[in-house]
């Protein structure tokens, strides 16, 4: 019994009947059904339009990769779902990341699979860190605006007030390693204040982005909120950092002249860029990549003035 | 008793049908007010200053000097000493010295002593910053005394309080100053942007080197003097002048950690990219073309107050003036005729008389910019109502101008003018107002008038604008952070958000 | 809205406002904190040398030199009608004031000392100052004081009614006391400072100008806060609504509290500035007030001669 499920979980793993030299099929054995894996988009599973596609490294699948006009779709829809998302109540989002959990919770070997498949060095402890990233940020839905808030004081016969809020539709280059964590890491900041975003997957393991993308549709983020776009950060980032419709840009792990084009792209339309460099092992930290400091990134700051009488 | 009725005047150029038939106010020469000039015989300003760097005045390495003029009168006032690279490079130095020898180390109580003392000496000289910020920006003396500045001693007196307070400023984090910013600020509320720049900076912790705009050096330069008789330690403030380049030499310079910056969104745009992959902070206030909408509901009379002052004040030089109003369609021809009837009550003219409400155009430049977008707004056929407010025949002047019949797709609609230019836009519905505001690549600021709370509350959320009005406009506070959404800039300035920008929180 | 059968009164032209209760939507919002702001810098308008003189002799010739009080006698009142007649005797070109007020038993000693002036004779009626009577005896004091001489009425509201929000018995009130009133014109006291709000400012005035008021006057003097700039402000933007809506010019009375020349100047600031200059006549604009015409007068002497002036030098009526 214990065997049959372990047999059945392999199956059920990506890619995992295929290998480099086919043998001869059993007769009476049983084939099993091979998942194209497909950019996530509005919340639908999508093709790339230009009908290209990229192996793992692993050869065990085959992938989208997305183009400039996958972009420009993914844009669209986070565009059109950033209203309702920032409309929602904050206790409403941290239900919804709460539920992300519980889902990523429910997909634990899957992820775990796919990671080890992809490379990663100890797939189970990054899933963990990944689950109780989301916990984590879950609790911050609701806390922000009392830390970020202020009732301003003014010398007037006014009653002012500023609080955060989200910034729009933010592109984000996820950083390569590791790629569930740091991809979920920086998702989370992101669309737990309300924004929602365009995120460009790990280079070196993107199945596994495509795997949290089927948790991300089976939990209860709305379409749009998240897109998951895989392919070459070389041909896809600009695209992501020159884009009029997003506000801000969130690097990960880019510099040099990389970084310097990305950046003079973004002044377009006067992005706010985050740039930051950040070694792998350091996502573990998860105070420090929890902290709120994380989360004002992707806010403005709205100064509301009505009068009130001396 | 008799009653006096008043005759009827010559028709409006309105087309509009207006409701109130021949029905008209006389706002004429029945009381009038003598002039009331406030005297400029305190000020004392020197025939030429030099750069104010590490705490003295240095002669430009030029040699170079430029006039600055009063735009009231087109006469010089002064000449400024016009910054070069190396100047830039002396300021910096000395920016960097004081940083690392003396204000990084100071025990912050004592840093914030020091801008209190800034703020108590601008109150004691307000008269005299006040005649001369109207003489060389052209602003109204009511304006430069009432609001600029009492409102730079104020962000002074704020920012100073939250010296030896920035551990409680992010609870959890340690913080630290970023070292040496450099400041850039705009003609509009010259000595303001001063304070807004200078006081957070110096009360976290940093040293500054700051390029006043080129047209309105002055009241930077009076400034200097304060600091200097504040006894301020040397290089803590250091104030190059010039124009583009010297501005461009500061933002270039690799030793300033920081820029920030209050402008045009153009000008916002070349820092940003010169700054591109470097890894320098910067903060960016930039334009708008802020939408006042106005709903049938609303006290309408105050409503008008509220787009008079939203749009003619300080001639319109505001990055935050309510140039767009939108107007719920069933209130339009009585809310523009009001409108009308109020331009007429507008005083134009001498910026130190005491009874003037809109003074003189920044500059010519300025000036012939306005008219630029004035007739673009003709050439496409929207409606131009000019307010019959007589003008000085010298200086830079132009009258309260509304334009009706405005589409969004009208340039008028959509550039910042920078100048006493209403564009009047109609919306049928709520949703429509939101839709209509947010439609533009700015986001500094939105005024509402109405009087459902419920209504106001919604909108403010959804207004893409980092500052909104309800039922007021134009309102300024050092405990109120202020800063844009979109391409109006990022970063705030004011209250608890407007000191991030010149910390590094660990 | 309004009453089918209510008096048709005279002198409204316009079809929205034919003797009937106005409906609430005439009668917009007021934001408070911005109405004070906008006499606040009103109130900083420089008023000197030319300007300061015309304003001052203005502002005598728009006042209504009252006394309103339990022990009046008609030797103070012959005295106060001296100086509603002779503000200065020593300078001639000192204009008269606009009217003696009184009540109505002094009517008959104001109509004799102010023979031939010029200067009206002012009454109030209508139960002063409470206007917590039956309104027969209410129509009652009015006729009465018409009878003795009054060429003015000022009646005050019934504000227990108009808070309670019998707009209507308001009205009708007032109707009916206008047509008591003649050819005697009516000046409607909507006491303020009982009114608790801006808001209810600017309704008692529509509702007092759509029953026929000629003018709208803030206060009785016996409640404080009596008149301020910011509830004449309210009042002259109910007048000038009313004036685009109906083409009638209704007149403005600040009454109470206004003690120096400074303060009418600031109040003749914001007539100008409200309604232009229409208004800036004692036809349309008075000051209800004692003691400020002393001051003034103080200040025009102070204007002549550029010294500071003492009291003691100026008649106390």
Redesign the interface.
């Known amino acids: 019994m214990a065997e049959k499920r372990k047999k059945n979980s392999d199956r059920r793993r990506p890619g995992a009947d295929y290998v480099e030299t086919v043998d001869a099929p059993d007769p009476v054995g049983r084939l099993s059904v091979k998942k194209t894996w497909k950019l996530y988009i509005g919340g639908a599973f999508v093709r790339s339009e230009s009908g290209r596609y990229l192996q793992t490294a692993d050869k065990q699948d085959n992938y989208a990769r997305a183009s400039r006009k996958d972009v420009r779709d993914a844009v669209k829809a986070a565009v059109a779902a950033q209203p309702g998302w920032a409309g929602r109540t904050a206790y409403n989002r941290g239900q919804i990341l709460y539920r992300l959990a519980e889902v990523l919770e429910g997909r634990r070997d899957e992820l775990i699979a796919s990671l080890t498949l992809g490379g990663a060095s100890d797939a189970a402890a990054e899933v963990d860190a990944t689950i109780d990233r989301a916990v984590s940020y879950a609790g911050w839905t609701d806390k922000v605006h009392a830390l970020l808030g202020t009732h301003n004081p003014v010398s007037g016969p006014h009653f002012g007030f500023s609080i955060p809020e989200p910034v729009g539709v933010v592109a984000c280059v996820a950083p390569d390693r590791p790629a569930l964590l740091g991809l979920v890491g920086a998702i989370c900041p992101i669309i737990a204040t309300g924004n929602t975003l365009v995120v460009l997957a790990s280079e070196l393991d993107p199945r596994t982005a495509l795997v949290l993308a089927e948790s991300l549709a089976t939990s209860d983020v709305p379409g749009g909120v998240v897109n998951i776009l895989t392919g070459s950060r070389d041909e896809l980032a600009e695209h992501m950092a020159k884009h009029q419709g997003v506000r801000a840009l969130d690097l990960w792990n880019i510099d040099g002249e990389a970084a310097k084009q990305l950046e003079l792209l973004a002044t377009e339309n006067v992005k706010r860029v985050t740039r930051r460099l950040q070694p792998a092992e350091a996502w573990y930290d998860a105070d420090e990549c929890t902290s709120l400091t994380w989360l004002s990134s992707f806010l403005e700051i709205k100064t509301v003035w009505h009068p009130m009488g001396a | 008793?008799?009653?006096?009725?008043?005759e009827d005047g010559p028709e409006t150029q309105s087309t509009h049908q207006r409701?109130?038939g021949e029905?008209r106010?006389?706002?004429?020469?029945?009381?009038?007010?003598?002039?009331?000039p406030e005297r400029p015989d305190h000020v004392r300003l020197r025939d030429r200053y030099g750069l104010f760097i590490n705490g003295r005045w240095v002669s430009p390495e030029s040699g170079k000097f430029f006039k600055t003029i009063n735009p009231a009168t087109e006469e010089p006032i002064a000449e400024i000493a016009e910054g070069s690279e190396a100047d830039v490079e002396r300021a910096v130095a000395a920016a960097r010295q004081a940083y690392e020898s003396v204000w990084s180390k100071m025990r912050p109580l004592e840093r914030g002593k020091y801008v209190y003392r800034i703020a108590r000496a601008i109150q004691e000289r307000a008269r005299e910053l006040a005649v001369v910020e109207s003489m060389d920006g052209g602003k109204p003396i009511?304006e430069s005394r009432?609001f600029d500045v009492p409102t730079t001693a104020?962000h002074f007196f704020y920012n100073a309080g939250w010296a030896d307070k920035l551990s409680y400023a992010f609870?959890?984090?340690a913080v630290r100053p970023l070292g040496v910013a450099g400041q850039i600020i705009p003609w509009n509320f010259p000595l303001l942007m001063a304070a807004w720049k200078i006081a957070p900076a110096l009360a976290c912790g940093n040293t500054v080197v700051l390029k006043p705009a080129e047209t309105t050096p002055l009241t930077a330069l009076l400034l200097a003097e304060i600091i200097r008789e504040a006894e301020l330690p040397p290089g803590v403030v250091n104030i190059v002048t010039g124009a583009g380049a010297t501005g461009a030499a500061l933002v270039n310079h690799p030793d300033v950690d920081k820029i920030a910056f209050t402008g045009s969104?153009a000008v916002?745009?070349l820092i940003?990219?010169a700054?591109?992959?470097t890894?320098k902070r910067m903060t960016?206030e930039?334009g708008g073309k802020a939408a006042n909408i106005v709903f049938a509901?609303?006290?309408?009379?105050?409503a008008v107050?509220?787009i008079i002052n939203g749009i003619f004040f300080n001639q319109g030089h505001v990055c935050c003036a309510g140039s767009r109003l939108l107007v719920e369609e069933g209130i339009h021809d009585v809310l523009v005729?009001k409108l009308r009837d109020r331009m007429a009550?507008l005083r134009v003219g001498d910026p130190l008389d005491?009874?003037t409400d809109i003074g003189a155009i920044n500059s010519r430049e300025q000036l012939e910019r306005i008219e630029q977008l004035v007739q673009v707004g003709e050439d496409e056929g929207a409606e131009r109502y000019t307010a019959p407010c007589p003008l000085p025949e010298k200086g830079f002047f132009f009258s309260p101008t509304i334009f009706t019949g405005v589409a969004q797709s009208h340039a008028i609609a959509r550039e910042e003018i920078f100048g006493p230019v209403l564009s009047v836009l109609t919306f049928r519905t709520e949703s429509e107002a939101v839709e209509r505001a947010n439609n533009t690549?700015y986001g500094l600021s939105a005024g509402i008038w109405s009087?459902k709370g419920a209504r106001?509350f919604k909108l403010?959320?959804q207004l893409?604008?980092?500052?909104?009005?309800?039922?007021?406009y134009n309102?300024f506070?050092p405990?109120?952070?202020?800063?844009g959404?979109?391409?109006?800039?990022?970063g705030?300035e004011g209250?608890?958000?407007g000191l991030?920008p010149y910390l590094v929180?660990e | 809205m309004g009453t089918a059968d209510g008096p048709k009164l005279a002198g409204l032209n316009g079809p929205e406002g034919r003797g009937a209760l106005p409906p609430l939507s005439a009668s917009p919002p007021v934001e408070r904190v911005a109405i004070e702001e906008r006499v606040g810098a009103l109130a900083r308008r420089s008023i000197k040398t030319t300007a300061k003189k015309a304003g001052l002799l203005l502002a005598i010739r728009m006042m209504d030199l009252t006394t309103l009080e339990g022990k009046d006698s008609p030797g103070k009142v012959r005295a106060l009608c001296q100086k509603a007649r002779w503000p200065d005797r020593t300078r001639p070109e000192i204009p008269s004031v606009a009217a003696v007020c009184v009540y109505p038993n002094l009517v008959p000693v104001a109509k004799e000392a102010l023979e031939g002036s010029g200067v009206h004779i002012a009454s109030v009626a209508t139960a002063f100052p409470s206007g917590l009577s039956p309104l027969s005896i209410k129509l009652d004091d009015v006729r009465r004081a018409v009878e003795y001489g009054a060429d003015e009425i000022d009646m005050v509201i019934d504000r227990g009614a108009f808070l309670s929000g019998e707009e209507q018995k308001v009205f009708d009130e007032i109707a009916a006391i206008k047509e008591a009133c003649g050819d005697a014109h009516l000046k409607v006291i909507l006491e303020t400072g009982e009114l608790g709000s801006y808001d209810n400012v600017r309704r008692a005035s529509d509702v007092a100008m759509y029953a026929g008021a000629d003018f709208i006057k803030t206060s009785t003097g016996k409640i404080q806060p009596a008149a301020t700039p910011a509830v004449t402000l309210v009042m002259l933007e109910a007048i000038r609504e009313f004036y685009f809506k109906t083409g009638r010019y209704i007149g403005m009375k600040p009454a109470g509290g206004i003690r120096a020349a400074k303060q009418a100047l600031h109040y003749l600031v914001i007539v100008k500035e409200t309604l232009g200059d229409a208004w800036l006549t004692p036809e349309l604009f008075r000051f209800g007030a004692s003691t400020l015409l002393n001051d003034v007068l103080m200040q025009l002497v102070k204007l002549e001669t550029g010294a500071y002036q003492a009291a003691e030098y100026f008649s106390r009526d």
Do not use: C
């Open positions: 008793m008799a009653i006096k009725l008043v409701r109130r029905r106010l006389d706002f004429g020469t029945a009381w009038e007010y003598a002039p009331a009511k009432d104020a609870p959890g984090r969104t916002g745009k940003q990219r700054l591109a992959g890894g960016m930039l509901d609303a006290p309408l009379d105050q107050e509220g005729a009550t005491k009874n690549f009087n106001l403010a959320t893409e604008a980092g500052v909104v009005w309800a039922n007021t309102k506070d405990s109120s952070a202020f800063g959404y979109k391409e109006s800039g990022f705030r209250g608890r958000h991030l929180v």
